[in-house]
């Protein structure tokens, strides 16, 4: 099956938001939404996602999940806003336990944030399937970049969230605590077994040197002819030494402290103090 798929692009933080549409009812899924977030003001703002509501309801469609790739580190989850004004459940890998015990010592959560993965509707593992309509998904869980990344295959679409990008930018960078350059390449060999004809929707783009044009969606058999990091059979080795030396020169995503907090909650803003106020923390010289 092929799904309708739209891609929502977001200049502030490169990221592209998908609605993806069973062609044969009004049922759809968002996946890896965005909550707009000035760190300079601390303010956010919903025009990212009322561009996606807007659509939805333009279009009659009928929200059945809200799916996160994985916990990103350069945006902010809209997906309780979504959910509050077009419905679904919110879904992200099981292995945000993890994530949430690592970062929860970052940031000094302290015993009253739940680590549990409690504040997502559904925990999803590897070979867990989901339903669009009448339309399947499967989960393929694809570690490296952050131990809870997972890849959506949706009929013959895969959303791939921040493992691959374009073929002429390559792929995740894996510094980030959990993250590993050699699982990164096991997991991509896993999308590479895909059949060479299934889309691949990229979660952002940097638009290449020598390119016009933002994109999003390439193939399976693009990927393996032209990536630039591990297209033409490219060994594990050599990956991996071309990802840890490229990493070791990365500085911190800009947005990286707010979207742990955040995102770690499932897009929700810490508990407010007594009189209703929200607060981020900044941890200093751990990150």
């Known amino acids: 099956m092929k799904p309708d798929v739209t891609g929502f692009f977001d200049d502030a933080t490169n990221t592209i938001s998908f609605v993806v549409k069973d062609p044969q009812s009004d049922s759809c899924a968002i996946i890896d939404s965005v909550l707009d977030f000035d760190y300079s003001s601390g303010r956010t703002d919903t025009r990212s996602a009322d561009e996606v509501i807007e659509y939805v309801k333009k279009n009659n469609l009928r929200v059945e999940w809200l799916l996160e790739s994985h916990v990103h580190a350069d945006h902010l989850s ?143 058999g693009d990927q393996k002819a032209l990536n630039v990091h591990i297209g033409e059979g490219k060994s594990q080795a050599e990956f991996v030494e071309m990802r840890d030396t490229r990493d070791a020169t990365l500085a911190m995503p800009k947005l990286i402290i707010p979207s742990l907090q955040v995102n770690m909650r499932a897009g929700k803003m810490p508990e407010p103090d007594e009189e209703g106020d929200v607060f981020l923390k900044v941890p200093v010289n751990k990150l």
């Not at 959560?109 to 925990?123: A, H, N, P, V, W």
């Not at 949706?154 to 921040?162: E, N, T």
């Open 78 to 220: 809209a997906a309780p806003y979504l959910q509050e004004r077009l419905g679904g459940k919110i879904g992200i890998g099981e292995n945000i336990t993890m994530v949430q015990d690592t970062f929860g010592k970052v940031f000094n959560e302290g015993t009253e944030f739940q680590r549990d993965g409690s504040q997502f509707d559904k925990l999803f593992v590897e070979g867990d399937s989901l339903h669009i309509g009448q339309m399947r998904g499967d989960v393929l869980h694809t570690p490296g970049h952050t131990p809870a990344c997972l890849t959506y295959v949706i009929g013959d679409a895969a959303f791939v969230g921040d493992t691959l990008f374009m073929p002429d930018f390559g792929t995740a960078r894996c510094d980030f605590p959990g993250g590993s350059s050699e699982t990164l390449f096991n997991s991509i060999q896993k999308i590479l077994a895909l059949p060479e004809e299934t889309r691949i929707f990229v979660g952002h783009d940097y638009k290449a040197p020598g390119r016009d044009d933002y994109a999003w969606e390439t193939t399976v």
